[in-house]
Nanobody, 116 residues
């Protein structure tokens, strides 16, 4: 059974940090590029960070310099280190393959709320 399970979200003050994790099962994790996506209330889901199977990374302009994506193929896990968080980073965060692969469903996501 293919499954992606996100964790690590929470409530944090502006300027704070969080580290998100996404554990994959049922896939050969190391061969896939992975992405972190987020969806804020009333907005479409957007890609914020990507990492290739070889470890190359890319970020959206909105998070560049503040977020860092990484992966541990031995643990079938992708991470998102989020620093200098802003209220506009508030969203449900998801991981998935990039490009998307048929048959790999979205997980439940993890809520990140940045508020004082």
């Amino acid at each position: 059974q293919v499954q992606l399970v996100e964790s690590g979200g929470g409530l944090v003050q502006p300027g704070g940090s969080l580290r998100l994790s996404c554990a994959a099962s049922g896939i050969i994790f190391s061969i896939y590029g992975m992405g972190w996506y987020r969806q804020a209330p009333g907005k479409q889901r957007e890609l914020v960070a990507r990492i290739t199977s070889g470890g190359g990374t890319n970020y959206s302009d909105s998070v560049k310099g503040r977020f860092t994506i990484s992966r541990d193929n031995a643990k079938d896990t992708v991470y998102l280190q989020m620093n200098s968080l802003k209220p506009e980073d508030t969203a449900v965060y998801y991981c998935n393959t990039l490009p998307r692969v048929a048959g790999i469903p979205w997980g439940q996501g993890t809520q990140v709320t940045v508020s004082s």
